[in-house]
Structures are given as structure tokens and as C-alpha cells.
């Protein structure tokens, strides 16, 4: 395994254990070079789908890409790394499990913002912005407003 500080290609496990969803191994690694600790996750490779884009492109499934898309919304937030794993892991198996060889980008994308929704109203922001191409600010501010009409809605059912 490359080391991701100094690219290495030799380290040590210090540290395995199943991941929070049983799907993968977590290995804490040493680097044999400069001693930088870093992680990996061990799992079995499956089927991958085949994501349809908005523009009609293809592309194999890639939960990089996912987690990646993520933790930029949520960057800054008081979202764990830990919590998006185990939603892309879900979210991978949802998709393996409906057992088709395409899936919507929009698919993804929605279960998604529906996540972040649930964690974290600025990630939401964020991710909506890039995910629906708002064209101008007028968007932008219906998707706040939507927003904050359904956190009044939910306020005024606590009461």
C-alpha cells in the first residue's frame, strides 16, 4: 500500500477491525518510510453499476466520487467521516440490491441530499447549489426559502 505522505510503497498494519457496517476492514497502517499513519478500507469488490448522467454519459459507479462530493458539502460541519461511509456503504448496497445495470445519477444524487438534509442544512445547501445548477440567485434563494419553510413547519409541529 502507497503511502499517501511520502508514496512509499511499504507499511505496516497497526490496526484492523470490521468497519461500522460489517462491509469492510479497517486497517490503521504505518508507513515503513516516513512513519506517517494512515487508513485504509479492505473490501470485496462488487458488481458495479453504471451511472446515467444528466448529459447522457455513462461512468461505473465510483464511491470515491460519492464521498468525495460529501465531504466537500460538509466541509467544516459537524458531519463525521465515520457517518459518511457508513451512508455511501448503504447507499452502495441500496443500489446492488435493486440489481439493475444502470442507475440515475439523479438517484444518487437525491439520496443523497435527502442525507445531508437530515445532518446538516448548510451541507444541504451546498450540495444542492452544485448537484440542481442553480442559474442565478433567484433559485438559490427559492431552495433557502423551501428550506427554511419546512424548518418552520417542522418547529411549529413541536410545539
Known amino acids: ?42 473490501r470485496i469488490e462488487e458488481f458495479q453499476p453504471i451511472v446515467v448522467k444528466k448529459d447522457g454519459r455513462r461512468d461505473a459507479f465510483d464511491r470515491r466520487k460519492v464521498i468525495e462530493g460529501i465531504v466537500k458539502a460538509c466541509e467544516k460541519r459537524p458531519v463525521s467521516m465515520d457517518d459518511v461511509e457508513a451512508f455511501v456503504s448503504s447507499l452502495e448496497k441500496e443500489i446492488q440490491e435493486k440489481g439493475e445495470v444502470e442507475v440515475l445519477s439523479s438517484f444518487i444524487g437525491e439520496r443523497v441530499m435527502a442525507r445531508l438534509r437530515e445532518w446538516d442544512d448548510v451541507a444541504y445547501v451546498r450540495f444542492a447549489s452544485v448537484y440542481k445548477q442553480f442559474k442565478d440567485l433567484n433559485e438559490f434563494m427559492a431552495q433557502l426559502q423551501e428550506l427554511l419553510g419546512n424548518d418552520k413547519n417542522v418547529r411549529n409541529a413541536d410545539d
Not at 19 to 40: K, N
Open 1 to 42: 500500500m502507497k503511502c499517501p505522505f511520502c508514496n512509499f510503497d511499504q507499511s505496516k498494519v497497526v490496526d484492523s477491525r470490521p468497519s461500522r457496517d460489517g462491509r469492510a476492514i479497517r486497517r490503521r497502517r504505518e508507513c515503513l518510510s516516513c512513519g506517517e499513519r494512515f487508513t485504509t478500507y479492505e
